[in-house]
């Protein structure tokens, strides 16, 4: 069957089979191979993309379902001579050691800042009108994705240092 | 390009090896350097085994055994006759039981049509469409002739007791002792489950294959898939650039892969077989369970005169390792009657392997707790004990230690963690403690070898050694750097190619200093050559920024490389490793909130200091340690493989069910320090293993906090809720 979809900016129309996820489509069907599959069942968060802005498994997404959706892939957010203020974070903190989580990480954090933005509280939230970006408040809302090389406390270095830019950059 | 040196050497690690990285003066090596291979992972592009989808490519499912032992009597393809897309059903006598022990280098043990353990991978469904693979794999009929009364638990299980290692008399000093403690503690199996799961793409061209697999020991797996197969090694070529993580799991050829092999053989295409995760769970090397008694006796001061660590582990009939849980107890600590015995129980499960610090990570969990325990009961400060009985020599064979400031580590551990202040206190409902363990991973070199190319312009490092997330890339490239007066931007590492040199492969956090010692050695033999080139003696020779120096003459490495130079290297261990003791050492601290009407534990902060000799790369050392002391964070209070013990299978084998830490376990304030140290006797740079010695005593740490924070001890690990409250209540 065919599912349009826009992808990173380009619209595109897939085959595949009905049972097809978005993750596997977005794999094998478009060759967008850096968002990872690590549990297939929504455990893990390595194939976390974006959604028509908002971040989900890619696992627990039927392609057959998002018609007419925008995607967005770790591919769109930067690439390795164009790297994203958070990509470069990641890489100047080290918060990754193998690599295969990072995507999914890199893509979690993306709408994370953005939901900040926007003021979206969470259940750690003190202030649910005016959430702040603490560490408590990044590591509830980074939970959903594992790392098991356990790099988690430079993840969350990289994520607050892009957020301590932002910040700096909207005072300025 | 045609070379104008070329040099191949061998050298054995007999005598203890001058610093050379200490005169080289770039200082690159050690400097914490962002990962050359960075941009590639964090955008996505760093292609991993799954990553490559050739032309053509088939996709392959596996299928596992639902009895916990007997016979395939039938794989019904007609079973599957309908479906569309399915190509074949591969059940192969080549098919292996599980993923081979680190270092086989032979093929894993094959069956046939015999199951072994609930779990086992017994055939291969293949189909156009992943989509259709799976489901046909979960439509296909097979019929088994299952074994009665297959004792499925370790308790259950057939035991073979070992002979004890010894050293002096144990019974006899245990006796006199004036303070003991006799402890029993239990941890369950745990898994790797690195974040990629198991995977490979085979394609034959002709009686040639090429195979991307996810993998830590290339050099070994060539071996192992030739075996399997039955094919020469000289028909086999590995890739594995890119490994999302292995922590053991990877270290020998897995199930997916030679499946893979067969059946892109058969059918003329080639063929990808990624484990799902719960297959990953049901087939690949488990840690096993442990029970562990220790037996500490000292005097009223504090000495420890007798010491014995017995445990009983599991492992399948067939497989030689046995999880070696005593490994560090025997060596961290002196004692005049030293004892260690060990049990293996041989149940139908999934079979055990190196799960990251095979030994010590459970090992010194249940060890170090227990010398807490002791100093409880001598009334002493569990510093003070430690800081009191670190032996002169090795207790069990007299070799003197190499390079060890276990002291130091603890003693400037407790001076940052504020150990003078430590004192139980309460937050409301939370009851907060402080705890502290001793950290020891043995060392080894293993063998090794690697090749350097020098040009006028740069040098390109080429080994199979693999990167899982440790850092090769990063370090091997500054060694090469720092010895050849380059920068690192001028030098290209090339990892994960069978066609290369073969290195030790990633294991036993042997790797960074087996692979880096042979590039050490390849970059010396072309520092030799460029010394006779400019006409001074080695030792007077200076590189740097591209310009070699030496006896008032300077030239540029373009006018003393015509076209490149090429040396390959081979290390190996020698007489320093009998005649001396290597391994890195530390101190863990934690600091534990435990509420007392749940029973939750939630760690506050952590401290590593470790003395693990030459610091390769400052940046992702760290990393490496802080991954380490999450696992110990992890297993102290989370991880629990759990197993239906009717038939044995594996009940938690998702990430949903089998609880790795995530960001919310850990907190923010994890402290590592590296205490300045060289191992003149472990190798040429005077390195040690990282990855380990940050897990091999942190979850020890972890219960000691929690038992000053209760005041009640908790053996079975890990420390969930209902533990702790039932500590308390007792």
Known sequence: MQTKLTVNGEAQTVEHDPRATLLDTLRDGLGLSGTKKGCDHGQCGACTVLLDGERVNSCLCLTAMHDGQEVTTIEGIGSPDKLSALQKAFVEKDGYQCGYCTPGQIMSATALLQEMQKGQASYVSDDLEVPKLTDDEMAERMSGNLCRCSAYPLIREAIAMVADQENEGAQA | MRDDFSETTHFKMDKAQPRLLDNTGQGIVGAPLDRPDGPLKVSGTAPYAADVLPTGCLHGVLVRATISRGKVTAVDKGSLAGVEGVVDVITDPRMIRNPAQGMAGEAPVQTGDEVHYHGQPIALVVAESFETARDAAHRLKVTYEAEDGVAVTPDTAEQEVGDPDTAGDFNAAYDGAAVKVDLDYFSPSHVAAPMEPHAAVAEWTGNQLVLRSALQMVRFNKLEVADSLGISPDAVRILA??????????????????????????????????????TVFDSVLRRSETAQRVRLGATKDGRIVALSHDDRVSNIQGEGFAEPV??????????????????????????????????????????????????????????????????????????????????????????????????????????????????????????????????????????????????????????????????????????????????????????????????????????????????????????????????????????????????????EGGKTAKESFSAGFGAHFAEVAVNEWTGEVRVRRMLGVMAMGRILNEKTARSQALGGMVWGLGSALHEEMMNDTRDGHVVTRDLANYHVASHLDVPRDMKVVFLEERDDEANPIQSKGIGELGISGAGAAILNAIAHATGKRVRTIPALPDRVIEAMES
């Not at chain 2, 997916?256 to 719960?278: D, F, N, T, W």
């Open chain 2, 241 to 278: 650039p890119y490994v999302g993580g292995g922590f053991g799991s990877k270290l020998g050829i897995g199930p997916e892969a030679i499946a893979a092999c067969i059946a892109a053989q058969k059918l003329g295409r080639p063929v990808r077989v990624v484990m799902s995760r719960q």
């Open chain 2, 326 to 571: 005593s490994q560090a107890s025997q060596f961290l600590y002196g004692a005049d009657g030293l004892s260690f015995q060990q049990t293996v129980a041989r149940p139908a499960m999934t079979p055990s392997g190196s799960v990251r610090a095979p030994g010590e990570a459970v090992g010194m969990i249940a060890f170090e707790a227990a010398v807490d325990e002791l100093a409880e009961k001598l009334g002493m400060d569990p510093l003070e004990l430690r800081l009191k009985n670190i032996p002169d020599t090795h207790p069990m064979d007299g070799r003197p230690y190499s390079a060890r400031r276990l002291a130091d580590c603890l003693n400037d551990g407790a001076e940052r963690f504020g150990w003078a202040d430590r004192k139980m206190r309460r937050e409301g409902d939370w009851l907060i403690g402080m705890g502290m363990a001793s950290a020891a991973r043995t060392n080894m070199l293993i063998e090794s070898a690697a090749r350097v190319r020098l040009t006028g312009t740069g040098a390109i490092v080429e080994t199979d050694m693999t990167d899982i997330g440790t850092g090769t890339y990063a370090i091997l490239g500054q060694i090469a750097a720092e010895m050849l007066g380059l920068s690192v931007e001028q030098v290209e590492v090339r990892l994960g190619d069978s066609d290369l040199p073969g290195a030790s492969g990633s294991g036993g956090s042997f790797g960074a200093s087996s692979a880096g010692s042979a590039v050490f050695m390849a970059a010396k033999t072309l520092r030799e050559e460029l010394a006779k080139r400019l006409g001074c003696e080695a030792d007077d020779l200076t590189l740097s920024g591209g310009i070699a120096r030496g006896g008032n003459v300077e030239k540029s490495l373009a006018d003393l490389v015509d076209s490149e130079m090429v040396a390959e290297a081979t290390i």
